[in-house]
């Protein structure tokens, strides 16, 4: 059997397609809907920034064959990384960047381990579903490569973000 290399599909932002509330009122009222977070993974060293929904359930290309610990040290030497969870939401005049939560990874290919803290991640993703901007942590270099990356992916929904996103990510 031949492995033959797939063209890698390049996958946009989750929109929000239903609403569990919708219609009717019932079971799944008040629940939330994952699918208007986007992962976005920020390799610093190569100047990129791409969503890869596989890191909604912590199976990315960037993170797959890793494993990860809480201790730094594991990973020393390896390559930094930003997992950011992008919130889409709608106001008035349409869809922008709500909620916008980086935090922090370290993966060593070599050794085949990395440093994160899933609850961190999970704790992140939850605070940009509550249309939460926390990146101002973020180095400056990884700044500009969020911020260029948002307004390429659509200038209309960046400019209807909110000030302390624009803000946050000005170097």
Same mark, same amino acid.
């Given at each position: /059997?031949?492995?033959?290399? =797939?063209p =890698?599909?390049k996958?946009?932002?989750t929109?929000?397609?239903?609403?569990?509330?919708d219609?009717?009122k019932?079971?799944?009222v008040?629940?939330?809907?994952?699918e208007?977070?986007?992962?976005?993974i920020?390799?610093?060293?190569e100047?990129?920034?791409?969503?890869? @929904?596989? !890191?909604m359930? !912590?199976?990315s290309?960037?993170?797959?064959g @890793?494993?990860?610990?809480?201790?730094? #040290?594991?990973?020393?030497?390896? *390559?930094p990384y930003?997992?950011?969870?992008?919130?889409?939401?709608?106001?008035?005049?349409?869809?922008?960047? !709500?909620?916008v939560?980086?935090? %922090?990874?370290?993966?060593n290919? %070599?050794?085949?381990?990395?440093y994160?803290?899933l609850?961190?991640?999970?704790?992140? /993703?939850?605070?940009s /579903? *509550?249309?939460?901007? +926390?990146v101002?942590?973020?180095?400056?270099?990884s700044?500009?490569i969020l911020?260029?990356?948002?307004?390429?992916?659509?200038? %209309? /929904?960046?400019?209807?973000?909110? #000030? *302390? +996103?624009?803000?946050?990510?000005s170097?």
């Amino acid at each position: /059997m031949t492995n033959e290399e =797939k063209p =890698k599909q390049k996958i946009g932002f989750t929109i929000i397609k239903n609403d569990p509330t919708d219609g009717h009122k019932g079971f799944g009222v008040g629940s939330l809907s994952l699918e208007n977070v986007s992962p976005v993974i920020i390799d610093i060293e190569e100047d990129v920034a791409r969503v890869e @929904i596989g !890191a909604m359930h !912590a199976r990315s290309d960037t993170e797959r064959g @890793i494993k990860f610990t809480t201790n730094r #040290e594991d990973s020393a030497g390896g *390559k930094p990384y930003w997992l950011v969870w992008v919130t889409i939401d709608y106001n008035p005049e349409g869809p922008y960047f !709500a909620g916008v939560s980086a935090c %922090e990874m370290v993966i060593n290919r %070599e050794k085949r381990r990395g440093y994160k803290i899933l609850a961190d991640h999970v704790n992140r /993703m939850d605070k940009s /579903m *509550k249309r939460q901007i +926390l990146v101002d942590f973020m180095d400056d270099r990884s700044k500009i490569i969020l911020r260029e990356f948002l307004q390429n992916h659509n200038k %209309e /929904m960046w400019e209807r973000s909110e #000030e *302390k +996103l624009h803000q946050d990510l000005s170097v």
